[in-house]
């Protein structure tokens, strides 16, 4: 037989409902009441088989907004305060440490908890998901589907799983001691999450399978490398990345690269390389390039080399496919006597003057005297008794690196 049940004031019933969870939040339980349709005791362990309803009817504001608790349950000081059924607001409201001066957000909401000096809402488990949260709508998973973590976002539709956001400190931060500090995979590289569990340590790992791993988008700088070894290490190829096989010195960009691959890549209308060897760091200026240019090189440093090509095993060190432009290349005009002067104070006296006279100059053939710091002259010996052209080129000679 049913037990009949039985009504009370709103008053009776919300004193009784608030000692049994006062009770039960100071520990003070005393002998256990066991009936439907009783009424909750205080200072008891009131205990029932089935569910337990209070409806709150009270209607909200012209405005709309919350106005008061379904059930609340309080120390005096107000230190703890637990909240159930806000109308139009919070359902579930937990309050640990005084109350603090700023109301919670003027929106509905399942759980609101403030902690004030302590952690405000604490997940656990053993041994699966200490947190689960979902947004949109509710994706046909399984929490047991769920890798094992402290916490497990899903977004589904256009819902974010996760958005984090600071005001002057990090918006969100990754950490781990011997793995990676945060893992971001994308399109394919989502198939396979029990190869996420196996990367090479590192701050931040980005995996995409025909998707960018990492994307950096900025009016000033997208991706920002910084370290006192390697900045950022590009590598591609089939083979596996083998990090033992880096610089030994610090490196701005490091890229490297397996089989037919490519280390570094560059691509523009303007510059597609440029390469810099400068005094001091610094943001320089834009070179003032006379034409679309694949590698642009230079260096401001006294003494410095521009491009350096070497080859250790005696073979080729550089190789020029199509025509090329020096700029040691001149020309100059012999004068009836068979003589010309080119300044020149960049010449030493080991460098090597080629010249091509591009006329007759009758008998006579050409040699150069070398002025160092000045310039060289171009003599004939034999006067020509005519103006003739020629083109010279100077080059400079190196030792072995």
């Not at 569910?51 to 107000?78: C, E, I, M, R, Y």
Request: net charge negative; aromatic share 6%; proline share 7%.
């Amino acid at each position: 037989m049913e037990a009949q049940a039985k009504t009370f004031g709103r008053k009776g019933m919300l004193a009784g409902g608030v000692g049994a969870l006062v009770a039960a939040a100071l520990g003070r339980v005393s002998t256990a009441q066991a009936a439907n349709g009783e009424p909750l005791l205080l200072g008891k362990e009131n205990t029932a088989d089935e569910t337990t309803s209070l409806n709150f009817t009270k209607q909200p504001t012209a405005a709309g907004a919350p106005d008061g608790d379904a059930l609340a349950v309080a120390f005096g000081d107000g230190s703890v305060r637990i909240g159930a059924g806000t109308l139009g607001g919070t359902a579930v409201f937990g309050q640990v440490g005084k109350p603090r001066q700023s109301q919670p957000w003027d929106t509905a909401a399942a759980g609101w908890f403030t902690g004030g000096e302590n952690p405000g809402a604490i997940g656990i488990s053993d041994s699966h998901i200490g947190v689960i949260g979902l947004s949109g709508p509710v994706p046909a998973i399984s929490p047991s589907e769920l890798d094992p973590a402290g916490g497990h976002f899903v977004g589904a539709g256009e819902a974010a799983g996760l958005c984090s956001r600071s005001d002057s400190m990090p918006g969100a931060i990754g950490m781990s001691s011997t793995n990676v500090g945060l893992v971001g995979a994308t399109g394919g590289a989502t198939e396979d999450d029990d190869a996420l569990y196996s990367l090479m340590a590192s701050g931040v790992h980005g995996i995409g399978a025909k998707e960018p791993g990492v994307c950096g988008r900025s009016e000033t700088v997208g991706v920002l490398g910084e370290s006192k070894s390697i900045g950022a290490w590009g590598a591609a190829g089939p083979d596996e990345l083998d990090v033992t096989q880096v610089p030994s010195f610090p490196t701005g960009v490091w890229g490297q690269a397996s089989g037919r691959s490519i280390g570094v890549l560059g691509n523009a209308p303007f510059i597609g390389v440029w390469a810099l060897a400068a005094k001091a760091p610094g943001p320089p200026q834009l070179p003032a390039v006379q034409k679309p240019t694949g590698l642009w090189a230079q260096c401001d440093v006294e003494d410095g080399v521009g491009v350096l090509a070497l080859h250790d095993g005696g073979g080729t060190a550089l190789a020029v496919q199509g025509r090329a432009e020096f700029s040691g290349v001149g020309g100059g005009t012999l004068n009836r006597r068979g003589d010309a002067f080119i300044g020149d104070p960049h010449i030493r006296s080991d460098s090597l003057v080629i010249v091509t006279l591009n006329g007759d100059p009758g008998k006579g053939a050409p040699w150069v005297d070398i002025q160092p710091g000045k310039g060289f002259m171009v003599h004939m010996t034999e006067p020509t008794n005519r103006a003739v052209p020629f083109s010279y080129m100077v080059l400079d000679a190196r030792e072995a690196a």
